[in-house]
């Protein structure tokens, strides 16, 4: 009697890991797991950080450099929401006054929207840009802008607008340049 329960034990122990094995519980085929790619880390690298005031019917434009490809974050915010303002994003010495007013550039970003702060962002590849604040009023606006270089997994600010976007064409004509 002694010897046959220690045989109970042992085929309980065996039944129990087969049946383990039998639902994928073993270390058969079935164990295929891949993990998923661990997410770049976010990093962020302030490329421009300022604020001045426009003159009335004047752009504003200064041109920067991005060091590696990623994606530019930018705010841009001005003082009165009923002020039109224009955002754009160039390369870098492109853009007449004339190019400007006849909206003929080559943008990489136009935004033209009465939205504020405007919040924009776009892949960038390394290179020389140039961007343009263009104050469409009568009146002298104060503005701040802040871009960012953005790598890894980093949330967006907000949808680049389209290059094409031609809904405030009857915006007035912008009279003079002024160099940041």
Known sequence: ???RTRIVPCL?????????AACG??????????????PTPCTQTTLEQDSDTI??????????????????D???DWTNAS????VYLVPANTCTLDEINARSCNFLIRSETPVKPRKIS???NAG????????????????SIQIVLSKGACAALGVAPSASDRANDAWPAIEHAQHH
């Open 12 to 20: 309980a122990g065996v039944t129990l890991a087969a049946a383990l």
């Open 74 to 76: 930018m705010t841009i």
């Open 122 to 124: 776009i892949p960038i």
């Open 83 to 86: 002020s039109p303002i224009g």
């Open 128 to 143: 020389n840009y140039r961007w343009i604040i263009a104050n469409f009023s009568e009146a002298q606006e104060s503005v």
């Open 1 to 3: 009697m002694f010897e």
């Open 55 to 72: 003159p009335g019917r004047t752009y504003l434009y200064f041109d920067f450099s991005v060091p590696d490809s990623g994606r530019l």
């Open 25 to 38: 519980g073993g270390t058969g085929p079935t164990d295929n797991f891949t993990p998923s790619p661990t």
